[in-house]
């Protein structure tokens, strides 16, 4: 089945470390995104990528970094310049970028709850 | 005031009970998403509109462009359906989406 594959499902940091979160999915999709969920408030945009090697900014970039060298794969690194990284991290694609034509739904992975040590 | 507004935060429903959430929101929009959450955290896309109404089985949903405010209907609750309801607008000059807060809904058998 087509779909978006996130890991890990759970993912601790310690003080001072980068992680990388995975995000694959196998839809064929040329966009994909990166949303962080806090308790309370709705998901806002880290990071998205519209074609390979091209990426652009979100609402919330900073702290974070991400590639995009495959179609299928956008991780996000959780860099240690993020001061409040603990929250629930959703990876999303669409066949195109939202707004090019208003007609396409997005796909969710099942997320990644990252906490501090 | 958030660009997106849903209510009510919390739904607590008997089992068989007709559920209406609601979303307002203040900009220009291309398309709304309902989407749903479940306890796990993943989330399914449950309908995207831009005028009219939709069904899908025991969901509706409904938009009003002119007034800004789009309706989720559950017809005959079940508890299966508890979880967290979110409303999120594409706005017409935008390539994002912009996201409710989301209605925590609970069906009790």
């Known amino acids: 089945d087509g779909g978006i594959t996130q890991s890990p499902k759970y993912l601790f940091r310690k003080e001072g470390q980068n992680v990388t979160l995975s995000c694959e999915q196998n839809l064929n999709h040329d966009a994909m995104y990166w949303y962080r969920q806090d308790p309370g408030q709705g998901l806002r945009l880290i990071y998205y990528?519209?074609?390979?090697?091209?990426?652009q900014k979100g609402d919330i970039a900073e702290g974070y970094s991400v590639s995009r060298e495959k179609k299928e794969s956008f991780p996000l690194t959780v860099t240690s310049a993020q001061k409040n990284p603990t929250a629930f991290y959703l990876c999303?694609?669409?066949?195109?970028?939202?707004?090019?034509?208003?007609?396409?739904?997005?796909?969710f992975g099942d997320g990644t709850r990252l906490s501090i040590l | 005031k958030n660009e997106v507004e849903q209510s009510p935060q919390n739904l607590t429903a008997q089992e068989g009970e007709f559920i209406t959430i609601n979303c307002s929101y203040s900009v220009g929009i291309s398309a709304l998403h309902w989407l749903q959450q479940h306890p796990g955290g993943g989330i399914v896309s449950l309908f995207m509109?831009?005028?009219g109404k939709k069904k899908h089985g025991r969901l509706i949903a409904t938009i009003n462009i002119q007034e800004k405010h789009s309706s989720l209907h559950i017809t005959a609750s079940h508890p299966r359906d508890s979880a967290v309801y979110i409303c999120a607008v594409l706005e017409t000059s935008g390539s994002r989406l912009t996201f409710g807060e989301g209605t925590q809904l609970t069906v009790n058998p």
């Open positions: 999303a694609s669409s066949n195109n970028l939202l707004g090019r034509y208003s007609n396409q739904p997005q796909h």
């Open positions: 509109l831009s005028s």
């Open positions: 990528s519209q074609i390979v090697n091209d990426f």
